[in-house]
């Protein structure tokens, strides 16, 4: 590589949101690190981006897994830092938070929160935080959500996660004064990407017969429409690259469509009157006694 040519890893680039950033930093002449955990799915984005683009497996969930990315890049470096670094990879779990399955929750958390932890403190050296190395301090972009602002009926466990991920950026930001490296935090709405997209084959079945089923699907037929119809996961790539080349970046931005319905006013209004608006469009109104 060239002694100029910024690097970055994205995690969870197979599809979406994290492929997009992949694509945008390889056009602007990155070097990108693209995570993904199947082989074929970094072949595709090899044959697709050209050299620019490594593949490299990372689970989030497994350390050593993590650990031994952090080992294969920071050899590709040859003494260099990381210029950037997305924490993407994620998963969305539905349901009732009364019922939802423990060992669910737990999946949401590990990949969401833990996962990022993990990637965080295998790639934080290369960002500068290991002071053998040449070059200026690299930046870390922390995809957040909507929810990691707001929540919503039948997706608490995604909000949770969400919700770490500002608190844990917000922490981590201060703590890498230190060393200069930058936290910056994206929380989009609605993108067209296959998290959301897929809501329709959501498994609604083990509620059937739970209170909550009639709500959760209307839940699940909102997702499965607004999802296709959000921002192109492209707009929040140029986000990305912004926010790693930006002077003096934001520390947190929304990518909202209608935002003024979706983001500004449930901000604004008291929570009260927001959330009986919710339970009233969705039918969570309370029961009669």
């Given at each position: 590589?060239?002694?100029?040519?910024?690097?970055?890893?994205?995690?969870?680039?197979?599809?979406?949101?994290g492929?997009?950033?992949?694509?945008?930093?390889?056009?602007?002449?990155?070097?990108?690190?693209?995570?993904?955990?199947?082989?074929?799915?970094?072949?595709?984005?090899?044959?697709?981006?050209?050299?620019?683009?490594?593949?490299?497996?990372?689970?989030?969930?497994?350390?050593?897994?993590?650990?031994?990315?952090?080992?294969?890049?920071?050899?590709?470096?040859?003494?260099?830092?990381?210029?950037?670094?997305?924490?993407?990879?994620?998963?969305?779990?539905?349901?009732?938070?009364?019922?939802?399955?423990?060992?669910?929750?737990?999946?949401?958390?590990?990949v969401?929160?833990?996962?990022?932890?993990?990637?965080?403190?295998?790639?934080?050296?290369?960002?500068?935080?290991?002071?053998?190395?040449?070059?200026?301090?690299?930046?870390?972009?922390?995809?957040?959500?909507?929810?990691?602002?707001?929540?919503?009926?039948?997706?608490?466990?995604?909000?949770?996660s969400?919700?770490?991920?500002?608190?844990?950026?917000?922490?981590?930001?201060?703590?890498?004064?230190?060393?200069?490296?930058?936290?910056?935090?994206?929380?989009?709405?609605?993108?067209?990407?296959?998290?959301?997209?897929?809501?329709?084959?959501?498994d609604?079945?083990?509620?059937?017969?739970?209170?909550?089923?009639?709500a959760?699907?209307?839940?699940?037929?909102?997702?499965?429409?607004?999802?296709?119809?959000?921002?192109?996961?492209?707009?929040?790539?140029?986000?990305?690259?912004?926010?790693?080349?930006?002077?003096?970046?934001?520390?947190?931005?929304?990518?909202v469509?209608?935002?003024?319905?979706?983001?500004?006013?449930?901000?604004?209004?008291?929570e009260?009157?927001?959330?009986?608006?919710?339970?009233?469009r969705?039918?969570?109104?309370?029961?009669?006694?």
């Amino acid at each position: 590589m060239s002694q100029t040519q910024p690097s970055a890893v994205v995690t969870g680039a197979s599809t979406g949101i994290g492929a997009a950033c992949a694509k945008r930093l390889v056009d602007e002449g990155w070097r990108v690190f693209a995570g993904v955990r199947k082989n074929e799915d970094g072949e595709r984005l090899k044959a697709e981006l050209g050299a620019n683009l490594i593949p490299v497996t990372i689970d989030v969930t497994d350390t050593d897994s993590v650990r031994a990315a952090a080992a294969i890049v920071r050899e590709a470096l040859d003494g260099q830092t990381l210029k950037g670094l997305v924490n993407n990879a994620g998963i969305a779990v539905a349901g009732p938070m009364l019922e939802l399955p423990i060992e669910e929750f737990q999946n949401q958390m590990d990949v969401n929160v833990t996962g990022i932890v993990r990637v965080t403190q295998a790639f934080g050296p290369l960002l500068g935080v290991d002071e053998g190395l040449t070059g200026g301090p690299g930046r870390i972009v922390m995809m957040s959500s909507v929810a990691g602002e707001m929540g919503a009926p039948f997706l608490g466990p995604y909000a949770a996660s969400k919700h770490a991920v500002e608190g844990i950026s917000k922490s981590l930001r201060r703590e890498l004064m230190l060393y200069g490296i930058e936290v910056i935090v994206i929380g989009p709405g609605a993108v067209a990407t296959p998290i959301w997209s897929k809501a329709e084959e959501i498994d609604t079945t083990p509620y059937e017969n739970s209170p909550f089923y009639e709500a959760m699907t209307r839940i699940q037929g909102w997702m499965a429409k607004n999802g296709p119809d959000g921002f192109p996961p492209s707009k929040i790539a140029d986000r990305v690259f912004r926010a790693f080349t930006d002077a003096k970046p934001r520390f947190r931005y929304a990518i909202v469509p209608d935002r003024l319905t979706n983001w500004s006013l449930p901000r604004m209004l008291p929570e009260r009157i927001v959330n009986n608006m919710v339970a009233k469009r969705v039918g969570l109104q309370r029961k009669g006694r």
